[in-house]
T-cell receptor, first 113, second 116 residues
Framework: ETGVTQSPTHLIKTRGQQVTLRCSSQ?????VSWYQQALGQGPQFIFQ???????GRGNFPPRFSGLQFPNYSSELNVNALELDDSALYLC????????????FGPGTRLTVT | GESVGLHLPTLSVQEGDNSIINCAYS??????FIWYKQESGKGPQFIID?????DKRQGQRVTVLLNKTVKHLSLQIAATQPGDSAVYFC???????????????FGQGTILTVHP
């Protein structure tokens, strides 16, 4: 176990709704990254948070947003859900620095109908 | 564009055999590579990493080889066991120069099946 936890485990939403996913990082880690993993694909980088600020973003629209809190936990918010947003959302925590290993949580399975 | 890809999408071996999973990357600026194992319904699990100033690194039953000349990465698993059955991903870390930025770019994965 990595010590990274995510909630909820599964979620079903309707197209157009909004969703918030949560992540608690491993003890001592100050950086959280979010990834989207579609079925049969590798994870795709969404964005990273360091010291409560976004520190890099992948090719995802603005309706994907996030927060990091003083205790380094994080939220991923997705507005105006689309069917293609159905995926496994993974959170990874790491310690700031170049080339540090990112440790993943179990993910949240989001289904949009 | 930058990409990390795998030569073989599936690999089937007998228990006790050695397994080799290959990965190609395209970005010469990549400086850090990680292999992850992902079992069904779980998040990726760290296996081993290697930095670009190294050619080889060994762990417990695993070895990663890096060939920067041809931009190729491989994961060798010795004495493969049924518990090794999973999807294996290589990931490329692209530094943007910040103190903490590390975007992982993943390949599509190789499914390893180990038969008893």
């Amino acid at each position: 176990e990595t010590g990274v936890t995510q909630s909820p485990t599964h979620l079903i939403k309707t197209r157009g709704q909004q969703v918030t996913l949560r992540c608690s990082s491993q003890s001592g880690h100050n950086t959280v990254s979010w990834y989207q993993q579609a079925l049969g694909q590798g994870p795709q980088f969404i964005f990273q948070y360091y010291r409560e600020e976004e520190n890099g973003r992948g090719n995802f629209p603005p309706r994907f947003s996030g927060l990091q809190f003083p205790n380094y936990s994080s939220e991923l918010n997705v507005n105006a859900l689309e069917l293609d947003d159905s995926a496994l959302y993974l959170c990874a925590s790491s310690l700031a620095g170049l080339g540090e290993v990112q440790y993943f949580g179990p993910g949240t399975r989001l289904t949009v109908t | 564009g930058e990409s990390v890809g795998l030569h073989l999408p599936t690999l089937s071996v007998q228990e006790g055999d050695n397994s080799i999973i290959n990965c190609a990357y395209s970005n010469s600026a990549s400086d850090y590579f990680i292999w992850y194992k992902q079992e069904s319904g779980k998040g990726p699990q760290f296996i081993i990493d290697i930095r670009s100033n190294m050619d080889k690194r060994q762990g417990q039953r695993v070895t990663v080889l890096l060939n920067k000349t041809v931009k190729h990465l491989s994961l060798q698993i010795a004495a493969t066991q049924p518990g090794d059955s999973a999807v294996y991903f290589c990931a490329e870390n692209i530094s943007w120069g910040g103190t903490s930025y590390g975007k992982l770019t993943f390949g599509q994965g190789t499914i390893l099946t180990v038969h008893p």
